[in-house]
T-cell receptor, first 116, second 112 residues
Framework: GAVVSQHPSRVICKSGTSVKIECRSL??????MFWYRQFPKQSLMLMAT?????????EQGVEKDKFLINHASLTLSTLTVASAHPEDSSFYIC????????????FGNGTRLTVT | GENVEQHPSTLSVQEGDSAVIKCTYS??????FPWYKQELGKGPQLIID?????GEKKDQRIAVTLNKTAKHFSLHITETQPEDSAVYFC???????????FGTGTQLKVEL
């Protein structure tokens, strides 16, 4: 089946530093990837839609200068949390679609970010 | 925009019993309805999905039913096992077919 790999699984960083999270589709090409944020015991909140070769589309309220998304190839999207602060601590999850709209969405195993 | 409600928020069943989780949605244009299982510290895993042209789909102990007229769909798990314990999310496909809108999740606990 389709596998989405996300790295790192956990990261602890100091306030003010930047953190990069990678999302790879291992056995399929993904023209579109999605980045979610999840707080404890809550649902997934879509942050942005990452399109290969073009700018990401951000959801309302998500700061594009804080959460930088790059989708340089059909198998890799990265999320960089710039100048992270404690309030950015969260569980970040990426997902990728096998084909076009309406096809199944597969998720990575998430990245637990803790900013001290 | 789409609004997806999911009930119950928590569900405890005895091993071997059935579990049912229900979701309602607001956008009549929604046409794809997946269910995800999320274990602690992991990403959601797709367990079953259904499209709007089908009323029911079954995969071993898991089934999903869809009522488009009433705009609700349900996940049914039979013969529950302890390893079924997890958080389950329903979702609908919206935004011109590009986005998923998730329900609020159900914490299922299967007790021995």
């Amino acid at each position: 089946g389709a596998v989405v790999s996300q790295h790192p699984s956990r990261v602890i960083c100091k306030s003010g530093t930047s953190v990069k999270i990678e999302c790879r589709s291992l056995d399929f090409q993904a023209t579109t990837m999605f980045w979610y944020r999840q707080f404890p015991k809550q649902s997934l909140m879509l942050m942005a839609t990452s399109n290969e070769g073009s700018k990401a589309t951000y959801e309302q309220g998500v700061e594009k200068d804080k959460f930088l998304i790059n989708h340089a190839s059909l198998t890799l999207s990265t999320l960089t949390v710039a100048s992270a602060h404690p309030e950015d601590s969260s569980f970040y999850i990426c997902s990728a679609r096998e084909q076009g709209p309406g096809s199944p969405l597969h998720f990575g195993n998430g990245t637990r970010l803790t900013v001290t | 925009g789409e609004n997806v409600e999911q009930h119950p928020s928590t569900l405890s069943v005895q091993e071997g019993d059935s579990a049912v989780i229900k979701c309602t949605y607001s956008d009549s244009a929604s046409n794809y309805f997946p269910w995800y299982k999320q274990e602690l510290g992991k990403g959601p895993q797709l367990i079953i999905d259904i499209r709007s042209n089908v009323g029911e789909k079954k995969d071993q102990r898991i089934a999903v039913t869809l009522n488009k007229t009433a705009k609700h769909f349900s996940l049914h798990i039979t013969e529950t096992q302890p390893e079924d314990s997890a958080v389950y999310f329903c979702a609908t496909h919206t935004g011109g077919g590009n986005k998923l809108t998730f329900g609020t999740g159900t914490q299922l606990k299967v007790e021995l």
